[in-house]
């Protein structure tokens, strides 16, 4: 299996705070205005990958957007930490594949239904299917 190109905004990612929500961010690009390395130039945004608002209550009412409404901060913290590990858990995914794979190709029929599960799930991340 020949390794693939990858597509996502690269690693590592991290959560910084805004003034109304959190932020991931690569920390892998510059944002400073540079060259990058494909050439191009990047300023503050370059790295932003996306934004979670806060959790608002106005009287006790939710409100603000969709993202934070319907979730406690505590949510919306947990989602963005969970978002910015996204790239070293496919990383580790990747590695974690090729010990199922090596463990199938020794006989260990009990691991073939994970390292389908889990290639399925890496494919689906990758961009094989949808």
């Known amino acids: 299996m020949s390794e693939k190109q990858v597509t996502h ?3 590592p990612w ?33 790295g932003h990958i996306v934004s979670l608002p806060d959790h608002m209550e106005q009287d006790g009412v939710q409100c603000g ?14 989602n963005a930490r969970l978002i910015a590990a996204a790239p070293e858990l496919l990383e580790q995914c990747k590695l974690f594949e090729k010990l199922l794979r090596a463990c199938v190709m020794a006989g260990d029929s009990g691991a073939d239904l994970e390292r389908d599960n889990l290639q399925a799930i890496l494919d689906r991340v990758e961009g094989e299917t949808v």
């Open 9 to 11: 905004t690269p690693g």
């Open 14 to 46: 991290a959560t910084s705070r805004s003034t109304h929500g959190t932020w991931i961010e690569s920390k892998s690009i510059d944002g400073n205005w540079s060259k990058q390395k494909n050439g191009n130039y990047a300023g503050r945004w370059a």
């Open 65 to 78: 957007s969709i993202a934070g409404q319907d979730k406690t901060q505590e949510e919306i913290n947990a």
